[in-house]
């Protein structure tokens, strides 16, 4: 494992360098450290928007890169179908809106492009293979895919639904708390739909789970998404040039393979932003040491999650977004579980099982049956009581 300290000296003294002088120190410390070199250009690459990958600065790896302009596709034909305007890029994709007329029907889609500003073969495969992943995800909570293919340039494209909707934290924002935690209960459903195909989403974050008009959730952009079974069966390592911080687990900021458990410690997150407004730890402009520092020490609740944030749902959050992976939910259908069991008023499995604790959601969801809850507790603390005396007397009879 690569020492956090470690890097981010490497990247501080790197990130002070003109460009040449930064390929000469990376080109050095890959001969000594591969990973390292990787990890450290991925980093600089998202910090600077450099014009390198991280496998273009392993000297064995050179890739050879020719130049993309998002911006001349504009007005552009692609096929059938004609590209009118940007909608947005983040992750590894630039989405255009595009438009085409079918036996006299006009059609709207999304096609969605790589964002790099240069062309590598190997992100381009990379690319496809998401087209493949998403073929395997057929779910009304999953943006569709309709087609992929390449421009003559060799640029891979994937053709996608056009989702008219807000991202989930704008959309939801007026909305009641258990309209809130209905809706990200669902949307946890939905990823555990494509946790079953052995897909995982590693980016997710409001920007990526739209609300349309009739409120259904849609989660968009696999783009940084792995075939968990892809190596035989191990789990897939994380690429942090494509990471959203605030939403990412330790594990993925480490450089750690990444599991199903990091799409987990990301709902939490977001649940915990669409209650209170904010999320629970804010790591923008921090190192990556500061940053793991402050996701391994959690102070949340605070501010106003404080009254937000209580009882069965800050135990269902402290699971979902707990430092260590092994001790989050099993699952994302558990974490969904377990939001409609708050909503229900019916136990958690994030908490300790007792009589008293099931007793107590028994009478949240039955208020009718809280007077003859209060005279059963009475007529056992009399039950004990008396068995506490005979025993006293019988004990004093023996004397």
Known sequence: MIDPLALES???????????????????????????????????????????????????????????????????????WLLTRE??????????????????VEQQAAIKFLSLPVFDAVLADRFVREAKMLTRLNHPGICRL???????????????????????DEATSQWSRREKLATIAKVAETVAAAHRQMVIHLDLKPD??????????I?????VSRVLAEKDGEATAT????????????????GEPATAA???????????????????????????????????????????????????????????????????????????????????RRPVAARPDSLAYRLKKLVQRNPIVAPLGALSAAAIVLLAAQLAWQANDLALQRD
Do not use: C
């Open 10 to 80: 490497h990247f501080d003294q790197l990130a002070s360098l003109a460009p040449k002088e930064r390929l000469a120190q990376l080109k050095l410390i890959s001969r000594q450290s591969p990973d390292l070199a990787r990890r450290l250009a991925a980093l600089l690459d998202a910090h600077e928007a450099t014009t390198t990958t991280m496998d273009g600065l392993v000297p064995s790896q050179l890739r050879h890169w020719t130049a993309f302009d998002p911006e001349q596709l504009i007005g552009q034909q692609l096929g059938d």
């Open 146 to 168: 309709r087609d992929w293919g390449r421009t003559d340039q060799g640029w891979p494209y994937l053709v996608l639904d056009l989702i008219d909707g807000q991202p989930i």
């Open 262 to 344: 990091s799409d987990i410690f990301a709902l939490g997150v977001i649940t915990y932003q669409l209650l209170t407004g904010e999320r629970p730890h804010d790591l923008t402009g921090l190192s990556i040491t500061d940053a793991l520092a402050r996701l391994e020490n959690p102070t949340w609740p605070q501010g106003g999650g404080r009254k937000r944030i209580q009882g069965d749902l800050r135990a269902v959050l402290a699971r979902a977004m707990h430092p260590d992976a092994s001790q989050r939910y099993a699952s994302a259908q558990s974490l969904a579980d377990d939001l409609q069991a708050v909503l229900a």
């Open 87 to 104: 909608l947005g890029r983040g992750g590894m994709g630039v989405v255009f809106a595009a438009r085409r007329e079918a036996e006299g």
């Open 208 to 217: 990526n789970i739209l609300i349309d008009a009739q409120r259904n959730a």
């Open 239 to 254: 690429l942090t040039r494509w990471l959203t911080p605030n939403y990412a687990s330790p594990e993925q900021l480490r």
């Open 219 to 223: 989660l968009l952009d696999f783009g």
